[in-house]
C-alpha cells in the first residue's frame, strides 16, 4: 500500500477472518465497512468491497448482487485511483476476476447463457494477467467453468 488507507486496513482484516475460516465474521465485518462507506462511496474500496463480500455469501443470488456491485464499482475506476493503493495496479487487470466470478454466479443460479457471456469477457481480459501463480489460477479458474457450462468432467489435478 502506498498510503494509510484505513478503510483498506478494515477489508483486509476481514478477509482474513475469511481466510481463517470465518465467513460469518467476515460477513459482518464487511457488512460494517459497506454501511461505512455507502453504495456512493470511493470505488476502489467498494470494488474491493463487494468483491470480497460475495466470496462469504451462502445464497447464489446474494453473491451474485455483490458480484454486479463490485463490477459496477469497477466500471468507474482509473489506474490513477488503484494504483494510489498500489504502484503495480492497473483496473483492466480486475476485469478476469470480476468477470470470472460474474460467470460462476450466474452458473450457479442457473443462468448459462450469462455465466458464458461472463466467461467470454473474462477472456477478453486475460492478457492484463501476470505469468504467475495469481495469473495461472485465474486462467485454470476460467477452463474449469468452461468444461462446467460444457457439462464435461472437472480435470484431475
Known amino acids: 500500500m502506498t498510503h494509510d488507507d484505513t478503510t483498506m486496513t478494515r477489508i483486509e482484516a476481514a478477509v482474513t ?22 453504495p456512493e462511496g470511493d470505488a476502489f474500496h467498494r470494488c ?3 468483491h470480497h463480500m460475495a466470496d462469504v455469501q451462502p445464497d447464489p443470488e446474494d453473491e451474485l448482487a455483490w458480484d454486479l456491485r463490485a463490477l459496477e464499482a469497477a466500471e468507474s475506476l482509473t489506474d490513477d485511483r488503484v494504483q494510489a493503493h498500489h504502484a503495480s495496479l492497473a483496473v483492466r487487470g480486475f ?12 452458473r450457479r443460479t442457473g443462468n448459462a447463457r450469462m455465466s458464458r457471456e461472463h466467461l467470454a469477457r473474462a477472456r477478453e481480459h486475460t492478457d492484463a494477467l501476470g505469468d504467475d501463480a495469481y495469473g495461472d489460477g485465474i486462467r485454470a479458474a476460467l477452463d474449469r467453468l468452461e468444461l462446467r457450462l460444457a457439462g464435461a468432467a472437472e480435470p484431475r489435478p
Open 17 to 38: 477472518l475469511h481466510r481463517e475460516g470465518d465467513a460469518d465474521g467476515a460477513r459482518s465485518r464487511l457488512g460494517e465497512i459497506w454501511q461505512d462507506i455507502g
Open 48 to 50: 474491493v468491497l463487494a
Open 95 to 106: 476485469r478476469p476476476s470480476l468477470h470470472l466470478n460474474l460467470a460462476e454466479s450466474y
